[in-house]
T-cell receptor
């Protein structure tokens, strides 16, 4: 079946380094993608989204890249901080909105001081 | 403050005892969803609602019911809970073609 997955379940980086979290999706009809951050004991929090008519989108310290050719999504975090330590999920939606999302299993990012 | 609230936050119950987890949002969102989160399985959608009186099954609807009688509320009902429904549950809401905002979660244990 269609699925959203992650290449790496864990990622450990030094404070100040850049982080890259990857995600592979298999549904070629997906047209909307979101990255969420989930801190321990909390619900997922929206970070950034991108639609399929774009290849790149930037936010504050974060950039999402979409490669539709290989069905790959990545989240780049610049100058990673201890507060960035969390589990990061990518999610896809095939209807253009976010009412029905399929989530990846998550990557745990640990930022070492 | 714009938010999604869930109650209770923690619940321990026994097999077969009906329970309801409430969800409420104050953002006038049309779309609301319920997810469960389990180790190694990530977030899986249980049910979602596109508007009042409009609900649809997600990926794992078995054993659950929902209702959407008013826009702000979307309760999750477990008529006869079983131990395999022990999980962390999240409610979420979104406006049309917008990102979903998640509640704080409800940790349910069924003995």
């Amino acid at each position: 079946g269609e699925s959203v997955g992650l290449h790496l379940p864990t990622l450990s980086v030094q404070e100040g380094d850049n982080s890259i979290i990857n995600c592979a999706y298999s549904n070629s009809a997906s047209d909307y993608f979101i990255w969420y951050k989930q801190e321990s004991g909390k619900g997922p929090q929206f970070i950034i989204d991108i639609r399929s008519n774009m290849d790149k989108r930037q936010g504050q310290r974060v950039t999402v890249l979409l490669n539709k050719t290989v069905k790959h999504l990545s989240l780049q975090i610049a100058a990673t901080q201890p507060g960035d330590s969390a589990v990061y999920f990518c999610a896809e939606n095939i209807r253009g909105g976010s009412e029905k999302l399929v989530f990846g299993k998550g990557t745990k990012l640990t930022v070492n001081p | 403050e714009a938010q999604v609230t869930q109650n209770p936050r923690y619940l321990i119950t026994v097999t077969g005892k009906k329970l309801t987890v409430t969800c409420s949002q104050n953002m006038n969102h049309e779309y609301m969803s319920w997810y469960r989160q389990d180790p190694g399985l990530g977030l899986r959608q249980i049910y979602y609602s596109m508007n009042v009186e409009v609900t649809d099954k997600g990926d794992v609807p078995e054993g659950y019911k929902v209702s959407r009688k008013e826009k702000r509320n979307f309760p999750l009902i477990l008529e006869s809970p079983s131990p395999n429904q022990t999980s962390l549950y999240f409610c979420a809401s979104s406006g049309a073609a917008d990102t979903q905002y998640f509640g704080p979660g409800t940790r349910l244990t069924v003995l």
